[in-house]
């Protein structure tokens, strides 16, 4: 994987959200709270890169024993939260953590417009963190796609179609979700989008009548019986009989007269 995390970086487009959000049941309005809580609004730094956060705890937790003191010494891995510095300054903690350990590096970091933990890549839907991760760097689809996917995989895709935006952020922030307000922040944001027209989608708009079935074939006439032709018509002439006779008598005349002489 490229070091420096720059791909194509697309952006999202506004039909994405309808999309994506159907498969939970729910509308854009939903995930641009969501997004807009998460990352303000967009998954790429100005460099083009996925946007991290890097978690010392999570670092800490992740690298082997072996490489534990080494972190630590660095100030790349602490067993509580917090330290984590300027958005600036994440790239440059991310690979200094993977000098010492790529895999435990990756799974540190929270990734891209919904900020989805590399540490959950299988329940976001990927085998791997590089897959992850280089997926994340082509397009922020596959941010939402991966949010969507981990939202559905730990069932509080519920909470997010009631609105019951404290348990949904239990479920995706975890319990400090209430240092930040995050349930408070999300029903806000949600409020805001509710008042915005939202992307037309194929499933709201209005569908076009189907057109009507031709109409039935007229059912064709039975065929006219045939009339079987007179047999009378066609019989031969009988042969004139008068030319017969008429031999017949000459023929007695001829002996007649010989047997007179």
């Known amino acids: 994987m490229d070091t420096t995390f720059t791909g194509a970086a697309k952006r999202l487009d506004d039909i994405d959200l309808p999309n994506l959000g159907a498969l939970i049941g729910i509308g854009e309005d939903e995930l641009h709270a969501f997004i807009d809580v998460e990352t303000r609004g967009s998954g790429f730094d100005s460099q083009g890169r996925p946007i991290i956060l890097f978690e010392r705890h999570k670092f800490y937790q992740y690298v082997p024993a072996a490489k534990r003191a080494v972190a630590v010494n660095a100030g790349l891995a602490n067993k509580t939260p917090g330290g984590y510095g300027k958005e600036i300054e994440q790239y440059g903690k991310l690979l200094k953590a993977i000098a010492i350990d790529r895999q435990a590096a990756l799974y540190s970091c929270s990734w891209g417009l919904a900020q989805v933990m590399g540490f959950n890549h299988q329940l976001a839907g ?16 596959a941010h939402l796609q991966a949010a969507v996917t981990f939202i559905k995989n730990t069932h509080i895709d519920d909470e997010l179609r009631a609105h019951n935006w404290a348990g949904f952020a239990l479920g995706y922030n975890g319990a400090n979700y209430r240092i930040n307000a995050y349930d408070r922040k999300l029903a806000e944001a949600y409020r805001k989008w509710s008042r915005i027209r939202d992307t037309p989608w194929p499933s709201a708009m209005p569908t076009t009548a189907p057109a009507a079935p031709p109409a039935p074939a007229k059912p064709s006439q039975p065929p006219k019986p045939v009339t079987p032709p007179d047999a009378s018509q066609h019989l031969p002439t009988p042969a004139a009989k008068q030319g017969f006779w008429a031999a017949l ?8 007269g010989r047997k007179g002489r």
Not at 126 to 141: G, P, Q
Not at 249 to 256: N, P, S, T, Y
Request: net charge negative; charged share 25%.
């Open 126 to 141: 990927f085998d791997t963190v590089e897959a992850m991760v280089s997926a994340f760097m082509a397009d922020e689809e």
């Open 249 to 256: 008598i000459a023929f007695i005349l001829k002996l007649l």
